[in-house]
């Protein structure tokens, strides 16, 4: 009988392990095709720009009959759609941008990933498109970048940049809320994001966004929107536009797609965040490494007047852009009603501070004092 029991037990746990096995394939449910051939040895690494190369591979997941599908790994190719696609006539889409780093333990790191996990769903509620379901993304993500771990760029500032993406791809001309989308991850070795310093125009007619609007959400249209406004200010010999409030245009928002930080004095600034400003991820880290190296943070509303101000009385010191593309990019100076004010050029600038302590946290070049980091497992 003691033989017999052993023997039973010795089985179940055999069947567990199976069943165990047959578990992480369950959750792994991510079909893969390969490419025949890669297409890497015909991208130089050395001389990369930013978004205009694609990796191997990418990942698509379906929406239809009321339910994400299995996602699948395939090559990087075209896809069909039909001329009567919703995407194509009411803009149904929202994306995210991410980076992929590689230390110098060729391990894959992520920044804050889950923070992208959640906001792409943020945008999608706003777009009446189904959420993406949590346990998906970082495993479809995950999985396309163990798979495309070659493409991850290593020299300085160099990453792979990451979009995830979602749009409608049900048919018909009817105004309504598409039944089928197509989930997308692609990625793009990149190099570092330079714009050099920008000169910037502040804008008093064209709005970003609008209270109860997109503005939140990573909308496509919502770039579509700034494309116009933005070609006006280049013809005046501006490079990007700061966007105001569009009831008042008395108070700063954004820079171009890019949070904005402002520095009087020694205090540095940035807008709260709303309905029609992007709570975006390198502003919140920003705000954390700047109050834990003792600088005054403020987080309120800015009016154009004490911008000009500040400059005036040559205390505005700064203003940069922050988002995952540049991490932050500095303003040189801007314009206002036909007048131009310039931005003194510092020597350890908090734009400067600022940058080189969060990419030391990114590329795994200092201790994550946050738990910011996201390591892939292989
Ligand atoms: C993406 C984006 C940002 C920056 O967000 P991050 O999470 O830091 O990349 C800021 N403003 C707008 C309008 C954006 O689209």
Same mark, same amino acid.
């Given at each position: 009988?003691?033989?017999?029991?052993?023997?039973?037990?010795k /089985?179940r746990?055999?069947?567990l392990?199976k069943?165990r096995?047959k578990?992480s394939?369950?959750?792994?449910?991510?079909?893969?095709?390969k490419?025949?051939?890669?297409?890497?040895?015909?991208?130089n690494f050395?001389?990369?720009?930013?978004?205009?190369?694609f990796s191997?591979?990418?990942?698509v997941?379906?929406?239809k009959?009321?339910?994400?599908?299995?996602?699948?790994i395939?090559?990087?190719?075209n896809?069909s759609?039909?001329?009567?696609s919703?995407i194509?006539?009411?803009?149904?889409?929202?994306?995210?941008?991410?980076?992929?780093?590689?230390?110098?333990?060729?391990e894959?790191?992520?920044?804050?990933?889950?923070?992208?996990?959640k906001?792409?769903?943020?945008?999608?509620k706003?777009?009446?498109?189904?959420? /993406?379901?949590?346990?998906?993304f970082?495993?479809?993500?995950?999985?396309?970048?163990?798979?495309?771990?070659?493409?991850?760029?290593?020299?300085d500032?160099s990453s792979l940049?990451?979009?995830p993406?979602?749009?409608?791809?049900?048919?018909?001309?009817?105004?309504?809320?598409?039944?089928?989308?197509?989930?997308?991850?692609a990625t793009s070795?990149?190099g570092?994001?330079?714009?050099g310093?920008?000169?910037?125009?502040?804008?008093?007619?064209?709005?970003?966004s609008?209270n109860?609007?997109?503005g939140?959400?990573?909308?496509?249209?919502?770039?579509?929107?700034q494309f116009?406004p933005?070609?006006?200010?280049?013809?005046?010999?501006?490079?990007?536009?700061?966007?105001t409030d569009?009831?008042t245009?008395?108070?700063i928002?954004?820079?171009?797609?890019?949070?904005?930080?402002i520095?009087?004095?020694d205090?540095l600034?940035?807008?709260?965040?709303s309905?029609?400003?992007?709570?975006g991820?390198?502003?919140?880290?920003?705000?954390t490494?700047?109050?834990?190296?003792?600088?005054?943070?403020?987080?309120?509303?800015?009016?154009?007047?004490?911008l000009?101000?500040?400059?005036k009385?040559?205390?505005?010191k700064?203003? /940069?852009?922050?988002?995952?593309?540049?991490v932050?990019?500095?303003?040189?100076?801007?314009?206002?009603?036909?007048e131009?004010?310039?931005?003194p050029?510092?020597?350890n600038?908090?734009?400067?501070?600022?940058?080189?302590?969060?990419?030391n946290i990114?590329?795994?070049?200092?201790?994550?004092? /946050?738990g910011?980091r996201?390591?892939?497992?292989?």
């Open positions: 009988m003691k033989g017999l029991n052993k023997l039973s037990f /089985f746990t055999f069947a392990i069943k096995k578990m394939i369950i959750t792994q449910n991510i079909s893969i095709q490419v025949s051939k890669s297409r890497i040895s015909e991208v050395k001389n990369l720009s930013f978004g205009q190369e191997d591979h990418m990942l997941c379906d929406y009959n009321g339910v994400w599908q299995q996602p699948q395939v090559p990087f190719e896809i759609l039909s001329p009567a919703k194509f006539h009411y803009g149904q889409s929202v994306f995210e941008g991410m980076k992929a780093y590689k230390d110098k333990n060729d894959i790191l992520l920044f804050r990933p889950l923070e992208n996990q906001r792409i769903n943020i945008s999608s706003r777009l009446a498109i189904p959420e /993406f379901p949590e346990n998906y970082m495993e479809s993500l995950e999985t396309l970048l163990k798979l495309d771990k070659d493409w991850i760029p290593t020299t500032g940049y990451i979009r993406f979602v749009f409608a791809t049900g048919n018909g001309f009817h105004a309504s809320p598409s039944d089928a989308y197509k989930f997308i991850i070795p990149s570092a994001y330079f714009s310093k920008v000169k910037v125009l502040i804008e008093e007619k064209y709005s970003r609008a109860g609007g997109v939140f959400a990573k909308a496509g249209g919502n770039y579509a929107g116009y933005t070609q006006l200010a280049k013809e005046k010999g501006y490079q990007q536009v700061i966007w569009d009831n245009h008395e108070y928002e954004e820079a171009g797609a890019m949070n904005i930080f520095r009087i004095g205090t600034i940035t807008t709260p965040t309905d029609r400003i992007l709570d991820i390198t502003r919140k880290s920003i705000i490494i700047a109050e834990d190296a003792g600088i005054k943070v403020e987080i309120r509303k800015v009016k154009v007047s004490e000009i101000d500040a400059s009385k040559g205390e505005l700064e203003m /940069f852009g922050a988002g995952t593309a540049a932050i990019s500095p303003i040189a100076g801007f314009g206002f009603r036909g131009d004010y310039e931005l050029t510092l020597e600038s908090y734009a400067t501070q600022l940058k080189k302590q969060i990419t990114q590329y795994n070049r200092a201790e994550d004092k /946050f910011w996201y390591k892939v497992k292989e």
